[in-house]
């Protein structure tokens, strides 16, 4: 059977549809068949897939060939059965007839005939050409057509359609074509059918030594050729896949040595998308196919049916996984391939497949997922064509264009070189390139990094290709030469470039000279010479000219220009699909690849920019080791792009990398570039931010505790991550208050220069008064010359074993604290009770301070009116123990309290200066007393008051007021004012009581002295200066007995002095002197400042004892005459009984009484008259008479007048009377009693015409 | 042959990274290490695609690259182990069993409670 894979592929490219059989019986086929093939390809037609079910094929190519056609008839029985997919499907006979006769004679068994084939799926056209007016044909054609569907059609199956010519029935073609496709679906199954069981046939025998891998292909791909004909092509991959499946597993199995192909010429170009570019028969090998073309033939099959399938994701997805596994198959044979040809394969297969799949790919069709796959597998076919591009491309010494990075070093150095059986050797001809590329190795010079960086460069190489080529030179013995050699190079020699740059090739030759002259010489010197790099290139670089049959690619690596074209188109082809798909990473990493390039050439704009999103990459999540590679060649960028700012982020961001990244010296020129911008003629302050340079933080511990208004010193730490020490022109420090948003930020600064050292540094920056909250630490900003810097990084406080791993940031620690505004100091009088007015008195004034330290404070004191500050300014201050503190004050101050407690109580005089005094440092902290020497001053005597009166108290008449300033805090920022309110007394108040009248008219008179202050006090004396009218009776001369002395009251008590006096009648005609008498006691005064009223301070030098200090207190006593003597009386006599009316007389009555006689003086003046006048409302009263008068009355104790007014009221209601008055008698003198009635009911008018009465009767 | 280990942290940002040559070409490791993540990143963001994965730590094979295998353990906390060998015949239940497991979660736990002085935190 595998003696027909010729014929088989003949037939195979010749077809490709599926074939329709006309039986034209009565030559009917030229008339229709422009009306059938009109009908081509078939639409949606039903056919059933290999499982049998039911699919819909939306077209259905397919062709109607005569059964008289030659392609259909000169074919052998075999050659049908083998290559039954190229049958016919189904036959069509066309009949006609006209005659019914005919139809039974001649037409019918010939129909007959022709249908006993059962093989064959058939059905009958009759073709009527009678014209639908000629109703006789019509008729006729009809009989005919029922007689035909009578013999050939069954209940079965309907065999028969008639086709009008001239009028075709509406639903003849649907007809037509559903019997076509039954017959076809019939066919279909059934031939599918009859491979399956061969194909089951042969599986079955596989494992025998019969089994030919041909034959079952033939089978299996006929199989597969029927469903691709049919357009199941689903079917059709499966096949193939199976196909594949059972040739992979023969051709591995051992024991059987196959030729594994590829030695051909073209045969380095990849045949994954072309099916047909070798002959089937051309492969062929005993019972089975070469490895290499029929691997790639099932692959081309595939893809193309699934291209068919619309599904180039899936030939991309697919052929990368066959590039993978076929290169490792090269891999397997490198020996017997040409030189490198894997690595040739691998890159046309790779841009094969792009082609093809983005030729058949249209954006947009596919799930948004689905698309990003795809273009992640063209990015890895780009990448796997880079790959060995660069690999063929070292081979040949262009080496050096390609730049040793990770990327590149990851793709190559893990990629083993070729291994061909032979190791290509020099042509003859090729000394002259030999020396060449020798002068080309030589003047290469290793790129240098910027900064003066020292890296080693990362391998391009698995090994050095030096040693690699001459150990693989077949016949070369003199592998350990070089094992030599590459010792001396060191096991770290990573570069075989690097190696022949060192050594020069005179010395190489020199090495080699000597081992063959101390060789036996049995070795053909050519061959027996290692050879130099230089020759392995030329001779890599034949030897691939000879692989190579695409020319394109011979070009691309003709010269290193079109070289790094090629690089250039696959780096990017790679990059942009990786962009475009998932692997984000990838692209931005060869985005960097492409940017080296342009860097190269100059294109620094394009280069700075793909190396900004390298950068931007590595630094994100934080590789660092990759950044280090990367931004020191964006920085070279930026500078040459005269980008300062820029420039100097990357140099910033290079200092801020971990130390063990760069050594000392590269971060010390990193150091210095950045100062050197920053001192250099920048048109503008470059802003940036140095977060990772320059991180601070606030000192271990806790908060720094301010009391509002308070300014500070705040100490912070600042770690520097500059190499050296880094001179900043000014700094400033934010604060940020965590509770209140809207408080803004307030910015610490410090405008001198700061150095700062390698490390952590503490800076200390004033604070001015803030409000209160709690504050963190903001933002660092400063100045390097034109530099502002800014950072924002918080460094780690605490020793760093105590952090937490897995905790990347700390939160904001509060730095400082400012307490809300309270009470810092307390300031009070220090006496509760009044102080002695008009002498010189300490006055107590506590200061209290409240947990805040007074040191160096100031008192001011400013004396209000009524008071003045002694003379001598002198001022006691001492140390207050006092229990009145608070608790919470001996809570929070235990410490100082018991200090202050087991000291000495302080003391110290000291005298006001400017009305101010200055605190001294003892009295920073504790309780102190300030005793101020002040007098009050009151002009006014005290008064006493008698006993019937009351006493008028005020307040303020003994009060005096004190104002206090106290300027405190660290910059007597803090003010406390408070005015004092003090309160100043006489030592007594005096009350006086005549408590007796004896009847020689002395009167007993006592005086009450109630003590009027906390304090002691002594009365050694008391006299009475009397006011005129009154004598002191007996020969006392004012003074009590003097044994009553010393009288001692105690505090707020009272005591008593009894005094005789009696009214003097004996100059009452001198002119009045003293209206008032003055009580005077001389006292002293026991008591303590701390609680009120003390003795007077007086001054030392005096030199008299306070102790037995007298004073004088002088009290003003108002006597009065006694008043008790009435000489007349006045009496109103009752009204009428009947009322008084407004408008009648009433006789008003007075009586006026002499009570006694008067004394011989007045009876002298007055001449027994009186003067009486009459007093009385005009509104309300009228009257009638004299108002004012002299009446007669008799000296005589007891003689009486009554004196009669008349009256009339002029209103009714109750009015007040009219009065009668004594105007020349003392008041004191007339007594009323019975006193007039305070009013007088006076009762309307009597009706009118009690007027019309005659007045006479 | 394993080249190189790393653990990965949550963020892509790298916490450990050992690798296992002789010469100084560990940079080409991290940047193996680095692009692994996409693909990593693919498989989380991606959960209709991993499918019967979407559970399992062990991502398996993450790199059908030519010359070498990645492979990918993924941590409830999304802690990433990355392991690179040069070994191509390795079976991907191999690693899943043995070296992955052992040598990864070794080193990870070693590291987290003895605080090695390579453990750097980034």
Redesign the interface.
């Given at each position: 059977m595998a003696n027909f894979l010729a014929q088989f592929q003949t037939i195979k490219n010749s077809s490709d549809r599926l074939v329709i059989s006309v039986e034209d019986v009565s030559d009917l086929w030229p008339t229709v068949k422009p009306a059938f093939e009109g009908r081509l390809p078939f639409k949606r037609a039903s056919l059933n897939n290999k499982t049998r079910n039911p699919v819909l094929v939306e077209k259905l190519p397919a062709e109607f060939i005569l059964t008289t056609d030659s392609r259909l008839r000169s074919r052998f029985p075999q050659e049908q059965l083998l290559f039954w997919f190229r049958e016919p499907y189904a036959t069509v006979v066309l009949v006609t007839c006209e005659d019914l006769d005919e139809f039974k004679t001649i037409l019918k068994p010939r129909l007959k005939l022709i249908v006993q084939n059962d093989e064959r799926e058939w059905f009958i056209v009759f073709v009527s050409k009678a014209h639908p007016a000629n109703d006789q044909a019509t008729k006729m054609a009809k009989k005919v057509y029922a007689k035909l569907e009578v013999d050939f059609s069954s209940r079965k199956r309907e065999r028969c359609c008639k086709y009008d010519m001239h009028f075709p029935e509406a639903n003849f073609w649907e007809d037509l074509e559903s019997k076509i496709m039954e017959c076809i679906r019939n066919t279909l199954d059934r031939r599918v059918q009859f491979y399956e069981d061969e194909i089951r046939k042969l599986s079955e025998q596989r494992l025998m030594p019969v089994w030919n891998f041909c034959n079952f292909f033939i089978l299996k791909e006929s199989l597969a050729f029927i469903f691709e004909m049919a357009h199941l092509h689903e079917d059709a991959l499966r096949e193939y896949d199976e196909l594949e499946l059972c040739y992979l597993e023969t051709v591995n199995m051992a024991g059987k040595q196959r030729d594994f192909g590829g030695a051909d010429h073209g045969d380095d170009q990849a045949a994954i998308i072309n099916p047909g570019n070798k002959a089937l028969t051309q492969i062929v090998q005993e019972d089975s196919f070469r490895e290499f073309e029929f691997r790639q033939y099932l692959f081309s099959r595939q893809s193309k049916l699934l291209f068919k399938l619309n599904r180039p994701i899936e030939v991309a997805s697919r052929g990368?996984?066959f590039i993978?596994s076929f290169?490792?198959s090269l891999a397997l044979h490198e020996r017997i391939l040409p030189f490198c040809m894997r690595e040739v394969w691998v890159i046309t297969a790779c841009l094969a497949l792009i082609e093809a799949t983005t030729s058949n790919y249209s954006d947009g069709l596919v799930a948004p997922?689905v698309e990003k796959?795809f273009f992640?597998l063209l990015g890895d076919l780009y990448s796997?064509a880079r790959v060995k591009f660069m690999r063929l491309a070292y081979l040949i010494g262009y080496g050096s264009d390609i730049e040793r990075s990770?990327?590149n070093?990851?793709s190559l150095?893990?990629?083993?070189w070729p291994k061909p059986a032979v190791w290509p050797s020099v042509p003859a001809d090729a000394s002259t390139e030999v020396l060449d590329k020798e002068k080309l190795i030589l003047q290469t010079t290793p790129s240098t990094k910027h900064f003066g960086i020292q890296r080693?460069p990362?391998?391009l190489e698995p090994t050095v290709l030096l040693r690699e080529a001459n150990r693989r030179r077949a016949s070369l013995s003199a592998g350990n030469v070089f094992e030599m050699f590459d010792s001396r190079q060191g096991?770290?020699e990573?570069s075989g470039f690097d190696a022949s740059a060192k050594m020069s090739p005179q010395k190489v030759l020199s090495s080699s000279m000597t081992r063959t002259n101390s060789s036996p010489g049995n070795f053909d010197g050519s061959i027996d010479r290692p050879m130099r790099l230089a020759e392995i290139y030329i001779a890599a670089e034949h030897a691939l000219k000879k692989t190579i049959s695409n020319l394109e690619m011979l070009k691309s690596l003709s010269s290193s220009e079109e070289f790094e074209k090629k690089y250039l188109e696959l780096t990017k082809g790679a990059a942009d699909n990786y962009h475009r798909s998932?692997?984000?990473?990838?692209g931005v990493?060869l985005d960097g690849e492409i940017a080296s390039v342009a860097f190269k050439h100059g294109h620094f704009d394009q280069a700075a920019k793909s190396y900004e999103k390298v950068c931007a990459l590595?630094n994100g999540?934080?590789?660092?080791?990759?950044l280090a590679?990367v931004l020191p060649i964006l920085a070279e960028c930026q500078k040459i792009l005269n980008d300062q700012a820029g420039y100097l982020l990357a140099c910033v961001r290079l200092l801020s990398l971990?130390d063990g990244l760069f050594v000392t010296k590269e971060r010390q020129a990193f150091q210095a570039e950045v100062v050197r911008l920053a001192h250099s003629e920048m048109k503008d302050p470059v802003p940036l931010d140095v977060s990772s340079l320059i991180t601070f933080s606030g000192n271990p511990g806790p908060p720094l505790e301010l009391c509002d208004r308070d300014p500070g010193i705040l100490s912070v730490t600042v770690c520097s991550g500059f190499p050296d020490d880094i001179t900043l022109d000014s700094i400033s420090l934010t604060l940020m208050a965590t509770s209140n948003a809207d408080e803004g930020v307030k910015a610490l600064k410090s405008s001198t220069a700061i150095v700062l050292h390698p490390g952590r540094n503490t800076i200390t920056l004033d604070l001015p008064p803030q409000k209160p909250g709690s504050y963190v630490l903001g933002v660092l900003t400063g100045q390097i010359g034109q530099l502002r810097f800014r950072s924002h990084g918080f460094s780690k406080v605490g020793p760093a074993?105590s952090d937490d791993?897995m905790s990347?940031e700390k939160p904001a620690k509060p730095i400082l604290k400012v307490s809300k505004p309270r009470a810092l100091v307390d300031l009070d009088a220090a006496v509760s009770s009044a102080l002695l007015i008009n002498e010189h008195q300490w006055l107590g004034i506590l200061v209290r301070p409240l947990n805040y330290s007074l040191k160096a404070a100031v008192l001011h004191i400013d004396t209000g009116p009524g008071l003045e500050i002694e003379e001598t300014h002198i001022i006691e201050m001492e140390s207050y123990a006092g229990v009145s503190e608070n608790d919470d004050d001996e809570v929070q101050k235990d410490g100082a309290q018991i200090d202050s407690l087991n000291s000495e109580k302080k003391f110290e005089r000291s005298t006001l200066h400017d009305g101010k005094i200055v605190f001294p440092n003892w009295a920073s902290d504790t309780p102190s007393i300030l005793w101020v020497l002040i007098r009050a001053i009151s002009d006014t005597l005290n008064r006493g008051s008698s006993s019937v009166t009351t006493r008028r108290e005020s307040i303020v008449d003994g009060m005096r007021t004190i104002a206090l300033k106290l300027e405190f805090g660290a910059f007597h920022n803090q003010i406390f004012e408070r005015t004092l309110a003090v309160h100043f007394t006489h030592p007594f108040y005096v009350r006086t009581r005549v408590t007796d009248k004896c009847n020689d008219g002395t009167l007993l008179l006592q005086v009450i002295l109630h003590s009027e202050v906390k304090a002691t006090l002594t009365i050694y004396d008391a006299w009475l200066d009397l006011q005129d009218g009154f004598v002191h009776s007996g020969q006392t001369e004012g003074r009590p007995n003097s044994k009553f002395f010393p009288l001692i009251i105690s505090p707020t008590s009272k005591g008593g002095i009894l005094f005789s006096i009696s009214l003097d009648k004996t100059n009452a005609e001198e002119a009045v002197t003293q209206p008032e008498s003055i009580l005077n006691i001389k006292y002293g005064i026991s008591g303590d400042r701390a609680i009120g009223a003390h003795p007077p301070f007086i001054n030392e030098s005096t030199g008299v004892d306070s102790a037995r200090q007298e004073l004088i207190f002088k009290s003003v006593i108002v006597l009065q005459r006694p008043v008790l003597d009435p000489c007349l009386a006045v009496g109103f006599l009752p009204l009428p009984s009947d009322g008084i009316r407004v408008g009648q007389l009433v006789k008003m009555q007075w009586r006026v009484e002499r009570l006694k006689d008067l004394n011989e003086k007045e009876i002298s003046e007055q001449n027994d008259e009186v003067l009486y006048e009459v007093n009385a409302n005009s509104g309300n009263w009228m009257i009638a008479g004299r108002k004012r008068g002299h009446v007669s009355l008799s000296k005589n104790q007891g003689s009486r007048i009554i004196i009669t007014v008349l009256c009339m009221p002029l209103v009714a209601g109750y009015v007040r009377p009219p009065l009668l008055g004594l105007p020349e008698i003392d008041e004191a003198n007339i007594r009323c009693k019975p006193s007039g009635p305070h009013l007088v009911c006076v009762l309307p008018p009597t009706l009118s015409s009690s007027f019309c009465i005659p007045v006479n009767s | 042959m394993i080249v190189c280990v790393a653990v990965v942290g949550h963020?892509?940002?790298?916490l450990y990274i050992q690798s296992f040559t002789?010469?100084?070409?560990?940079?080409?490791?991290?940047?193996?290490v680095?692009?692994s993540?996409?693909?990593v990143?693919?498989r989380v963001?991606?959960p209709?695609?991993s499918g019967p994965m979407l559970n399992e730590t062990f991502l398996g094979l993450l790199y059908?690259i030519?010359?070498?295998k990645v492979y990918g353990y993924l941590t409830n906390t999304k802690v990433k182990f990355i392991l690179v060998t040069?070994d191509l015949d390795v079976k991907d239940a191999d690693v899943r069993n043995t070296s992955f497991i052992v040598v990864l979660n070794g080193i990870y736990y070693q590291t987290?409670n003895e605080?090695m002085a390579q453990?750097?935190?980034?």
């Open positions: 990368y996984s993978l290169s490792k997922d796959e992640r796997l990770p990327v070093s990851a150095s893990l990629l083993p080693k990362l391998p096991p770290m990573g998932w692997w984000k990473r990838h990493v590595y999540e934080g590789w660092q080791e990759l590679e971990e074993e791993v990347y | 963020q892509n940002n790298p002789e010469a100084d070409d560990a940079l080409k490791l991290h940047h193996i680095h692009c993540l996409d693909v990143d693919e963001n991606n209709k695609k059908p030519e010359n070498y040069t987290s605080r453990f750097e935190l980034v």
